[in-house]
């Protein structure tokens, strides 16, 4: 194998992760198959990443900047709006990739990110939410969204087929079981991310009132 790594680019490393990521999942990334893709040694793929650990860090903030184009308010828009946009966008984003919401899972914020969190707790902060309640309600839509993913991109192909609950000895629970499996998955994420920010809305509401 003929080492190229001289002509290698962090971009191009990343966009080989990706692509990798997509055709193996999380599981069979490694980056031997990562070199191999790219026709180098492994040690090679150290002069852009120190090790995997920052390799996927970079791959999941790749998808973020690629795909989540509601990360962001846009000048004038509502808390709310802005909350329930920027989970749709954030779901996107983790569903373009296999194992999307798997690579994004336990990653933090860095310094650079600082100023962009700064913003957002700013618009939750002139709705008049305190900055730790901005802060509760971008972290709990946040992980609901991520949990969310995870679900749906482990879910089996004949989840489907699950059994029922009985009717006659659970009907409460068969009926809401059976609307919740009458709903596609946009819907049921819809509603169970209203819930979130039907919450917040309450709270706001409640301090506004007393």
């Given at each position: 194998?003929?080492?190229?790594?001289?002509r290698l680019t962090r971009d191009t490393v990343l966009r080989a992760a990706l692509d990798l990521l997509d055709e193996v999942g999380i599981d069979g990334l490694s980056t031997r198959k990562l070199a191999?893709?790219?026709?180098?040694?492994?040690?090679?793929?150290?002069?852009?990443?120190?090790?995997?650990?920052?390799?996927?860090?970079?791959?999941?903030?790749?998808?973020?900047?690629?795909?989540?184009?509601?990360?962001?308010?846009?000048?004038?828009?509502?808390?709310?709006?802005?909350?329930?946009?920027?989970?749709?966008?954030?779901?996107?984003?983790?569903?373009?990739?296999?194992?999307?919401?798997?690579?994004?899972?336990?990653?933090?914020?860095?310094?650079?990110?600082?100023?962009?969190?700064?913003?957002?707790?700013?618009?939750?902060?002139?709705?008049?939410?305190?900055?730790?309640?901005?802060?509760?309600?971008?972290?709990?839509?946040?992980?609901?969204?991520?949990?969310?993913?995870?679900?749906?991109?482990?879910?089996?192909?004949?989840?489907?087929?699950?059994?029922?609950?009985?009717?006659?000895?659970?009907?409460?629970?068969?009926?809401?079981?059976?609307?919740?499996?009458?709903?596609?998955?946009?819907?049921?994420?819809?509603?169970?991310?209203?819930?979130?920010?039907?919450?917040?809305?309450?709270?706001?509401?409640?301090?506004?009132?007393?």
């Amino acid at each position: 194998m003929k080492d190229t790594g001289a002509r290698l680019t962090r971009d191009t490393v990343l966009r080989a992760a990706l692509d990798l990521l997509d055709e193996v999942g999380i599981d069979g990334l490694s980056t031997r198959k990562l070199a191999e893709r790219l026709g180098v040694q492994s040690p090679t793929l150290y002069w852009h990443f120190k090790n995997k650990g920052e390799l996927l860090d970079a791959m999941a903030e790749a998808i973020m900047l690629e795909r989540h184009d509601a990360s962001l308010p846009r000048p004038g828009e509502a808390w709310d709006a802005w909350l329930l946009d920027n989970a749709r966008s954030f779901r996107r984003a983790l569903l373009a990739y296999r194992d999307g919401a798997r690579l994004h899972a336990g990653t933090r914020p860095r310094a650079l990110h600082f100023g962009s969190i700064e913003r957002k707790v700013a618009l939750l902060g002139d709705a008049g939410f305190a900055p730790d309640e901005a802060v509760d309600v971008m972290y709990a839509l946040g992980r609901f969204v991520v949990g969310w993913v995870l679900e749906e991109q482990a879910e089996p192909d004949g989840d489907a087929d699950a059994p029922l609950p009985d009717a006659a000895e659970y009907p409460l629970l068969a009926k809401g079981w059976a609307a919740l499996r009458a709903r596609s998955g946009d819907e049921a994420f819809e509603r169970g991310v209203a819930l979130i920010v039907d919450g917040a809305r309450a709270r706001l509401a409640a301090r506004k009132r007393g």
